[in-house]
């Protein structure tokens, strides 16, 4: 059985920072490409920035480069998503997910899912 499992969200005031964590189990974590997306109330969930089994890493949009970074660490089976300088339109619940490797950004082809950790930005 495929379990991820987010963990690190919580609530920051504009210009913070926060640390989510993600934890796999059940796969072998090295064979998967990893995502993060997020969806904001109201509106559909996007991929926000991938990192590939080898590490090629891909944020989705310019207003995210430079304040968002993705990790993994292929011994602890997590992945991670560092958010710096975080505004209020940041404000979602923050999904990862895995699909097979080389996926990259095709968003739609991920197809494992964590239950979602919840990140809210307060001006």
């Known amino acids: 059985q495929v379990l991820l499992v987010e963990s690190g969200g919580g609530s920051v005031q504009s210009g913070g920072s926060l640390r989510l964590s993600c934890k796999v189990r059940?796969?072998?974590?090295?064979?998967?490409?990893m995502a993060w997306f997020r969806q904001a109330p109201g509106k559909e969930r996007e991929g926000v920035i991938c990192?590939?089994?080898?590490?090629?890493?891909?944020v989705y949009a310019d207003s995210l480069k430079g304040r968002f970074t993705v990790s993994r660490d292929n011994a602890k089976n997590t992945l991670y998503l560092q958010m710096n300088s975080l505004k209020p339109e940041d404000t979602a619940m923050y999904y990862c997910?895995?699909?097979?490797?080389?996926?990259?950004?095709?968003?739609?082809?991920?197809?494992?899912w964590g239950q979602g950790t919840q990140v809210t930005v307060s001006s």
């Open positions: 990192i590939t089994w080898s590490g090629r890493t891909t």
């Open positions: 997910a895995a699909a097979r490797r080389d996926t990259g950004s095709r968003w739609n082809e991920y197809n494992y």
């Open positions: 059940g796969v072998s974590f090295v064979d998967y490409d």
